[in-house]
């Protein structure tokens, strides 16, 4: 499996960036048995957990400093993953990278990088004052 991360790029705070990521050796019936999740990586910064969603179920589970401003979906027909981020502002800029993994229970959100398998290569979010 491989993670295709796009969408990234400058925008002013207060708008608005539309993230999204294809796997590829997935199939439509299988994309919903994967767990998938967003990640960022600030500059000096460690890798953190953005929003995520989990397998089968789809719960769906948010960091507190995006929750009310990003929204983590899918599109099954095309097996992607999109993170929708409105209101950014500079503390949300940085190297945005998806995850995905077929592990773990059904219903639950994974959080932590060592729970995934499969990783995009990432894509940069700047977002200027």
């Known amino acids: 499996v491989q993670l295709q991360a796009s969408g990234g790029g400058l925008v002013q705070a207060g708008g608005s960036l539309r993230l999204s990521c294809e796997p590829s050796g997935l199939t439509f019936r299988t994309f919903g048995d994967y767990a998938v999740g967003w990640f960022r990586q600030a500059p000096g910064k460690e890798r953190e957990f953005v929003a995520g969603?989990?397998?089968?179920?789809?719960?769906?589970s948010y960091a507190d400093s995006v929750k009310g401003r990003f929204t983590i979906s899918t599109d099954a027909s095309k097996s992607t993953v999109n993170l929708q981020m409105n209101r950014l502002n500079p503390e949300d800029t940085a190297v945005y990278y998806c995850?995905?993994?077929?592990?773990?229970?059904?219903?639950?959100?994974?959080?932590?990088?060592?729970?995934?398998?499969?990783w995009g290569q990432g894509t940069l979010v700047t977002v200027s004052s």
């Open positions: 995850a995905a993994t077929a592990r773990g229970p059904y219903n639950s959100v994974m959080k932590r990088l060592l729970d995934y398998q499969y």
């Open positions: 969603m989990s397998r089968s179920t789809r719960a769906l």
